[in-house]
């Protein structure tokens, strides 16, 4: 079990929010819910989170929000070429 030290690290949302690649083909209620609607799992939950006093770099983390259990963290490239693994 691990924990991130807010103090080196800062939280930036939720992860893997996919941009709708024809943003004019997307319903105005489809582009809201894209800006705005995020998830509030209460157990594991995907975020992206900062070296914000370091390096500077996103990465992405699997953390519990019950009692911030740090399942796996992963390089933003990482994420992105598991996504594309489980695509094709
Ligand atoms: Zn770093």
């Not at 939280?11 to 024809?22: D, F």
């Not at 809201?32 to 990465?59: A, T, V």
Request: glycine fraction near 4%.
């Amino acid at each position: 079990m691990s924990y991130l030290e807010e103090e080196d690290y800062s939280y930036a949302g939720e992860a893997l929010i996919a941009r709708p690649s024809i943003p004019e083909e997307v319903s105005d209620e489809d582009w809201g819910d894209y800006l705005f609607m995020r998830k509030n799992p209460k157990g594991k939950h995907i975020e992206q989170w900062q070296h914000s006093s370091g390096c500077r770099k996103f990465f992405v983390v699997e953390r519990s929000t019950i009692d911030n259990t740090i399942y796996s963290s992963h390089k933003m490239c990482e994420t992105q070429n598991r996504l594309n693994n489980e695509k094709s």
